[in-house]
């Protein structure tokens, strides 16, 4: 457990805390030096798109963990459900259905704020497509990144897309692009 964990589980652990309903995320993930990244969170890896998330309830069950991705727009949906207001309209869904599902990865599109990139995961696969010529970062720091050009990572075999395998796995690399 790390240091942020321990002063969580802290504070969730207070009286008042313990029958209060929680949610704990931020806005992106962070990249340090990872891909050319340094103190930004540019780039449609990892490490800047699995935001963490944390929500807590009476009758939570403890410890219970998902895979999946999911949106922040389902936060609120689930919050409002949480607190017995189902019936608010409001978009996206009720998150505690995932610890009832199976773990099934979903494939997953994602688009850079700028649109300078866009990624595909199709479990264990994950394709980054640089849509723009950029730079990986805002400060121009790291390799400028070509229009068109690609990246294909195996999401299994290496979870912080360290190695490019967009070369040796060709086609795949191209099935995931034309999707």
Not at 13 to 38: K, Q
Not at 113 to 134: C, D, E, F, Q, Y
Request: glycine share 8%; aromatic share 8%; net charge negative.
């Amino acid at each position: 457990a790390t240091y942020l964990d321990g002063e969580l589980a802290r504070i969730l652990e207070r009286p008042r805390m313990r029958n209060a309903i929680v949610a704990f995320t931020a806005d992106h993930g962070e990249s340090f030096g990872d891909h050319g990244v340094w103190w930004d969170h540019a780039g449609l890896y990892p490490q800047t798109v699995n935001v963490p998330l944390i929500v807590a309830w009476p009758g939570a069950p403890a410890g219970a963990r998902v895979g999946q991705m999911v949106s922040n727009i389902d936060v609120g949906r689930t919050l409002l459900d949480l607190a017995g207001l189902a019936d608010i309209e409001y978009p996206g869904r009720n998150l505690r259905r995932l610890l009832e599902a199976s773990s099934k990865h979903e494939t997953q599109y994602t688009l850079s704020s700028h649109g300078t990139s866009a990624a595909i995961t199709a479990w264990p696969w994950h394709l980054v497509l640089n849509l723009r010529t950029h730079y990986p970062d805002q400060q121009s720091i790291g390799e400028l990144r070509q229009q068109h050009t690609f990246e294909l990572y195996n999401l299994e075999q290496d979870p912080k897309c360290a190695r490019g395998m967009a070369s040796e796995q060709r086609a795949k690399a191209l099935e995931l692009r034309a999707e």
